[in-house]
């Protein structure tokens, strides 16, 4: 009888499908018990003046190597980009030879200064990129008396994102006044969240390498042996801008934020809020602001009137994109209520909540909310 003969019983042929299905229940045991074994670590590092903290949910501890790498690039490179105070990044280049003559953008700049426009367009130029001249003059926390006049007129005289010429079949802008600015700091986080989440999405760590970077056995024993790994599921927190991945926490159906109660920082939370493949910012007056003779000066000014934001509180603002919602949150925090009404149009995804004093009701803060927030409790003042 021959090897072939023998395979071809019957009762071998059994012995053999009972012993390949045998196999093959134990490898779909192995992968499953693998799947349900999650590793998490946060992880931080600064940019951009901040702490970067992320979070992402991992089958392997070897997988955060190129996690690291994917978010600390790409603060890196928005952040070499951006960063006006080094004369080296592109900004800082922009920014010395604009006026001079038109000044080519690369793709990424280039992208980054049209959603810039976009919201000075959107927000009837509350939110501006220009606005340079008007904050120095306002965030000297030694400063004694408050700007004169006269100072604020000469700082509007350069401040407009109306004076920037935009070259859109050159990729160029040009100043058209003489000692004007860009500042990018207002979207640059929003902008490096965003590009980190595009990187992470649609990859897969294999232990400490990316799978489009190894070869297809390399791959495959990943797999089974549990070490592969989707990068779509966790956060990113910069500086209390976050943005979370498309896929929920284990055992979760969202992430949830809490938004920081804008009298009193230190204390309980005021509000939270159920994320899922969104962004969320806030701007408030109470971490950046100077004192002159007394009054609390907030460090965002109003480019129309060329003074601080009176009566506001915070604005945090939900989006699907980080650089939106950067952006809205200071435009919002300028403009107030009805404007806030106004974007929800624009964004039909956007929830606002909004902390403020009504001068008629100095005692008291009120709230104005779009969208759904939960464990809602306004803030209260401190007795006089």
């Known amino acids: 009888m021959t090897a072939r003969d023998f395979l ?3 009762i071998i042929k059994r012995i053999i499908r009972i012993c390949c299905l045998m196999f093959a229940g134990l490898i779909i045991a192995h992968l499953v018990l693998k799947e349900n074994s999650v590793y998490w670590q946060d992880m931080t590092f600064h940019s951009m003046s901040t702490y970067v903290t992320y979070r992402l949910y991992l089958r392997d501890k070897d997988c955060a190597a190129p996690v690291f790498k994917i978010v600390n690039g790409s603060f890196r490179d928005v952040n070499a980009m951006c960063n006006r105070f080094d004369p080296q990044s592109e900004l800082a280049q922009l920014n010395a030879n604009a006026y001079r003559d038109k000044f080519r953008c690369s793709p990424e700049l280039w992208a980054l200064l049209l959603k810039a426009r976009e919201m000075y367009d959107l927000s009837g130029g509350a939110f501006d990129i220009s606005i340079g001249p008007l904050t120095a003059i306002w965030k000297n926390r030694f400063r004694k008396t408050l700007p004169t006049d006269e100072e604020i007129a000469a700082a509007k005289e350069k401040v407009g994102l109306n004076k920037v010429i935009f070259y859109k079949d050159e990729m160029s802008v040009r100043f058209t006044v003489e000692g004007m600015s860009l500042d990018l700091g207002g979207i640059a986080k929003g902008a490096a969240l965003d590009l980190a989440k595009e990187r992470l999405e649609g990859k897969t760590a294999i232990g400490a390498e990316l799978s489009e ?5 390399a791959c495959l024993e990943a797999r089974f042996r549990g070490k592969a790994t989707d990068l779509d599921c966790g956060f990113i927190n910069a500086g209390g801008n976050v943005i979370t991945l498309s896929e929920p926490p284990p055992k979760e159906e969202q992430y949830t934020v809490k938004i920081q109660n804008p009298v009193d920082p230190k204390g309980a939370p005021c509000a939270s809020a159920g994320m899922l493949d969104e962004s969320v910012s806030t701007s408030g007056n109470y971490e950046r602001y100077v004192v002159i003779d007394g009054k609390h000066y907030t460090h965002i000014v109003d480019p129309v ?15 699907k994109h980080a650089v939106d919602a950067d952006a809205l949150s200071t435009a919002i925090f300028i403009k107030g209520r009805d404007f806030a009404v106004q974007m929800k149009e624009k964004f039909p995804d956007l ?32 007795a006089k």
């Open 8 to 10: 071809q019983k019957p």
């Open 213 to 217: 970077d190894a070869s297809f056995m």
């Open 305 to 319: 009137s060329g003074r601080p934001v009176e009566n506001m509180l915070s604005v945090t603002v939900i989006t």
């Open 351 to 382: 929830r606002v909540l909004m902390f403020y004093i009504d001068p008629a009701h100095p005692e008291q803060v009120q709230t104005f909310s779009i969208g759904e927030w939960k464990d809602l409790k306004a803030p209260v003042l401190p």
